[in-house]
């Protein structure tokens, strides 16, 4: 008996040490720098989700749930992976319903354009990011019968082997401490940069015919869908399509039009919502911020005009859109900081973040007339002449004199000495002529800009 027991304890210990090993080794990057739609599903309360948006990259880079929050308060999630393929929409939408029971589901139809991943690191993004379920051997099942690779590798897929293989080999601070937007952020992959494109304008074209398997994928799409008593919309965001693709986005236009769900192409309907192809992508697949904020307000106002949605803002259970919103908002004044070299435009943004540390330092030999818009914001015409050291937190304005050191978060010590600012090993003004901000924002735990004037 004694000796059984022992052998039960030894499983269950064993198990909960492969369980903490494989918490570590996990994959946890499905769009890109560590970000996972899985554990940002996972730190979304039960039933809070009132629309997803289910696909690629498309859709976590021209999808912001914070821009339906903000006017619309639409608890909005994006369920989107890099390169998601049908099999993989299919079946994190069923894992998605274990735990929300969305109103509507907005898919984008672009897996129908492709069979099987280009990359390997696509493949584990969308096999091996959800928890082992009854689900897992049937999901690779459907994928391996279209990538030979990963059939004749069945075995290893389901024990995570890849993983457990090679991810011991690359790990950072941030397998044991998820960054930010793992928490904060509802699945958006927030991008302010541009890259001059073109706009694909499709022509009347005569669509394709679909194959058993892209038929059965919308098939249960619907199926899925009416079992979560859950409304299904189709979209197609806007991309660098080429005629076989268009082919197929027009052929899923007829079979919505056949059944009676809604569809969205916005290749066509890029003149309506002003799509500038100069401003609104980061590259020829992608929208960036610009852009991704014309189909997101789009979307909420035509969701708001055809679906009972509440307006959540003000309720504490939906408290993470406040985060998200946050998390959007200290984002974009951050990459705005550090692109600005105008001092006027540069202190305004600084001023109305909340949970940052500023430093700003006056040293060296300079025109004090050149900064006299500090006294705006709480220097007199006597410290700019004199220069000095001043740590600005929650709009008060601090002198520093001599040393001084302080925990700014769990992550980073701010250190002050001789003249220096230092953050942990990073070193963001020491003797410098003239005027140079530093600053960290506590809510992202990281620097946001560091600028000299």
Request: aromatic letters at 14%.
């Amino acid at each position: 008996m004694r000796k059984a027991v022992r052998v039960i304890s030894f499983i269950l210990i064993t198990l909960l040490w492969l369980a903490g090993v494989y918490e570590v080794l996990r994959w946890k990057d499905t769009h890109g720098d560590y970000i996972s739609s899985v554990t940002e599903l996972k730190e979304t309360p039960e039933n809070t989700v009132d629309v997803v948006f289910v696909g690629s990259s498309h859709v976590y880079a021209g999808i912001y749930p914070s821009y339906m929050w903000s006017d619309w308060g639409i608890s909005a999630f994006d369920l989107s992976i890099s390169g998601m393929d049908r099999d993989s929409a299919y079946y994190y939408m069923k894992h998605m319903f274990k735990t929300q029971s969305p109103k509507v589901a907005v898919v984008d139809v672009f897996p129908l354009t492709f069979d099987r991943h280009e990359h390997i690191g696509n493949v584990y993004r969308n096999y091996l990011s959800l928890p082992l379920s009854e689900d897992t051997l049937p999901q690779l099942k459907a994928y391996a019968a279209k990538d030979e690779s990963v059939s004749a590798n069945l075995a290893d897929y389901i024990s995570r082997w890849p993983i457990i293989h090679t991810r011991y080999k690359e790990l950072t601070v941030k397998d044991f401490d998820l960054d930010a937007p793992n928490y904060f952020a509802r699945g958006e992959y927030l991008n302010w940069e541009g890259e001059p494109t073109w706009l694909f304008r499709p022509e009347e074209v005569s669509p394709v015919v679909f194959s058993d398997d892209q038929q059965k994928w919308l098939d249960d799409l619907r199926s899925l869908c009416a079992e979560n008593d859950c409304k299904l919309v189709f979209m197609a965001l806007p991309f660098h399509a080429y005629d076989n693709d268009q082919y197929y986005i027009d052929h899923a236009a007829i079979y919505a039009e056949e059944n009676d769900i809604p569809m969205f192409d916005f290749n066509r309907m890029s003149d309506e919502l002003e799509l500038d192809p100069e401003t609104d992508f980061f590259d020829e697949g992608h929208l960036n911020a610009y852009g991704a904020k014309k189909v997101s307000r789009y979307m909420a106002q035509w969701l708001d005009d055809n679906y009972d949605l509440p307006d959540h803002r003000g309720d504490e259970a939906y408290a993470v859109w406040d985060q998200d919103l946050k998390y959007y908002e200290h984002r974009r004044d951050g990459d705005a900081m550090a692109a600005s070299n105008d001092i006027y435009e540069f202190l305004p943004i600084m001023l109305r973040l909340d949970d940052t540390a500023s430093v700003i330092s006056l040293s060296g030999e300079y025109e004090a007339e050149k900064y006299s818009m500090l006294t705006d914001y709480g220097l007199s015409e006597e410290d700019i002449r004199n220069g000095g050291i001043w740590l600005l937190k929650d709009q008060v304005i601090y002198p520093i004199d001599g040393y001084y050191i302080e925990e700014l978060d769990k992550y980073s010590t701010l250190k002050i000495e001789n003249g220096s600012v230092m953050i942990n090993r990073s070193v963001y003004a020491a003797n410098d002529e003239g005027l140079a901000i530093t600053v960290y924002d506590r809510f992202l735990n990281k620097t946001l800009a560091y600028k000299q004037f």
